[in-house]
């Protein structure tokens, strides 16, 4: 199991010298979103998912929860995140109770395939199919908590070849629960489970960029607790992850589906 890290509150607090209430926006921004691009990643997404007030949207996949809280700011709307690693999602919940989306945002620890709802208008993911290994019964499983016509977002990681990224890895310390597949295999698995491809791009030059200005981006937001900082062995895991989008070994691809 790659997620093992547990008093994740007690790090950032230690680490950024502060309470999580206390923390700025621009100081979350460094440790809640567990994906390349950060929150510029969740902006992207949100044009395709077509979003309103009044709708309620699943996050798979949810992590500390920063995705979630910013599609709630941004848009309004109410977001369900449900993950399956305990820690995070305790953390997500007490990091959204210090701030101002508490109301429209909650987390779950479960696995999408058990929600009982099936009337979501939009989901999305991102980086999280990596460590699935039964993608097809992933996305079936996403596809029937939406309602027909719901969208559907990713911005996931990708193997370009057939070169594997060494690990350690965000997603894998070891490599034995990393399940990459190719772009054209990864759509071609969405599309037989019930939805709709309207746009597949490969974000790939964007995330370089992105990495090349990660130490400008920590320096501006002057707080230690940074994601890298709070997982096991992080700042490996990140390096490795950023030389293999360097190298071509990995793409990331953004795309949007709508649920047949």
């Known amino acids: 199991m ?10 950032i607090e230690s680490l950024s010298g502060t309470a999580l209430a206390t923390l700025t926006q621009e100081q979350r921004d460094q440790l809640d979103q567990f994906h390349a691009g950060g929150p510029d990643a969740v902006e992207r997404l949100l044009p395709g998912l077509s979003l309103a007030p009044a709708m309620t949207v699943l996050d798979v996949g949810s992590g500390f929860g920063g995705p979630a809280r910013q599609v709630a700011r941004r848009v309004g709307c109410r977001v369900l995140g449900v993950d399956i690693t ?31 709802r099936s009337d979501f208008d939009a989901a999305y ?6 460590n699935v290994a039964d993608k097809k019964t992933f996305y079936a499983d996403i596809a ?9 977002a990713i911005f996931e990681v990708c193997r370009t070849g057939d070169a594997e990224p060494a690990p350690p890895l965000p997603w894998s310390l070891d490599g034995t629960d990393s399940h990459l597949v190719t772009p054209d295999a990864l759509r071609a698995t969405i599309e037989g489970a019930g939805f709709e491809l309207l746009e597949w791009v490969d974000e790939t030059g964007w995330v370089r960029e992105w990495f090349d200005d990660v130490p400008a981006r920590m320096a501006a937001a002057g ?8 997982l096991d062995d992080g700042m490996t895991r990140t ?20 649920r047949a």
């Open 125 to 130: 993911t991102m980086h999280v199919q990596m």
């Open 144 to 152: 029937s908590r939406l309602r027909p016509g719901g969208r559907f």
């Open 2 to 11: 790659t997620y093992t890290e547990t008093d994740l509150t007690a790090a």
């Open 86 to 116: 305990p820690a995070y999602v305790d953390l997500a919940r007490a990091l959204t109770e210090a701030t101002e989306a508490a109301d429209q945002v909650r987390f779950a620890c479960a696995d999408v395939g058990t929600l009982e």
């Open 239 to 258: 390096l490795n992850f950023a030389v293999a989008v360097a190298n071509d070994v990995v793409s990331v691809y953004r795309a949007t589906f709508s």
């Open 223 to 230: 707080t230690r607790a940074t994601l890298p900082a709070l």
